[in-house]
């Protein structure tokens, strides 16, 4: 298990990192060995990732117990990114505390981030939902304004939504 960290930065669409960003113990991750929760990982598992297949984990970082909401039947910090569609089709992440319907209370959980040798995009209990920043590397490189970012530019095109709330 990797050790605590104060690194992690998640973009949360106002133009600047936070440090919102987890998935809660109970979360269950995709792996080869199938769905496991996420207190459960240790590095070197192979887990599921949308662009690139089965890949190891590099380090699972304990960031505490911190105050998490539920959406889609997730525990996560509120600046996780889950994968959506955009109004045009393209792929975006957007931080869960957009998809929160009313003014969801926040409950505190112990709370992971999962490390790989970049930045992946992972399944948790059939949501996709991306990984830590991999350390020394950008996960997201601003494109102007406090509009989108392309998350990826080694893969499909994947952008950060400001806000956008699902019904």
Known sequence: MGRPIRDIAFWDGSGQGTRTGGLAATVRIATRRGLLPVATLRPGDLVLTRDSGYRPLRALCPLGPLPCLQVAGLWLRPGQGLLDR??????????????????????????????????????????????????????????????????????????????????
């Open 86 to 167: 955009g109004p045009e089709g393209e792929e975006v992440l957007i931080p869960a505390h957009h998809l929160a319907t009313g003014a969801p209370p926040l409950t505190r959980r112990l709370v992971f981030a999962l490390r790989f040798d970049r930045h992946e995009i992972l399944l948790a209990d059939g949501q996709w939902t991306e990984s830590a920043p991999a350390p020394g590397l950008p996960a997201r490189r601003r494109i102007g304004g406090a509009g989108p970012v392309d998350v990826f530019p080694q893969n499909r095109k994947i952008r950060v939504a400001a806000v956008r709330r699902l019904a």
